[in-house]
């Protein structure tokens, strides 16, 4: 899937680099301290946050699920239904760039 980087600009997220993938933008994005969220994520052109949340998980990285309603992109309304919220604590945030660092 393609990451609509016009639509990353509109809501204050990064762009993606040419190189990125869904699963490494999600990376990018809440190592940067910023919260993303399922309404969020299909706005942008990723519309499967949960299995990127999973997928994560299995391979180890560190950071926080939650589920919550969340304004959508779309329509500027905040619909009733709770999605996916994944973000980093500033912990997780040290951790992963020490781990990152550590690789090279």
């Known amino acids: 899937m393609i990451i609509h980087n016009d639509k990353c600009l509109e809501l204050g997220l990064p762009t993606a680099s040419s190189f990125d993938n869904q699963v490494t933008y999600v990376i ?6 910023i919260k993303l ?6 706005f942008i052109g990723i519309h499967n946050l949960h299995s990127i949340a999973s ?5 180890g990285y560190k950071f ?3 589920h919550g309603r969340v304004k959508c992109p779309f329509t500027g309304e905040s619909p009733p ?8 604590t500033t912990e997780q945030i040290s951790h992963y760039k020490k781990t990152k660092a550590a690789k090279r």
């Open 64 to 66: 926080t699920l939650e």
């Open 55 to 59: 997928t994560l998980q299995r391979k």
């Open 37 to 42: 969220n399922t309404r969020k994520a299909r």
């Open 81 to 88: 239904q709770h999605v996916d919220i994944v973000s980093m």
């Open 28 to 33: 990018k994005v809440i190592s940067a301290g």
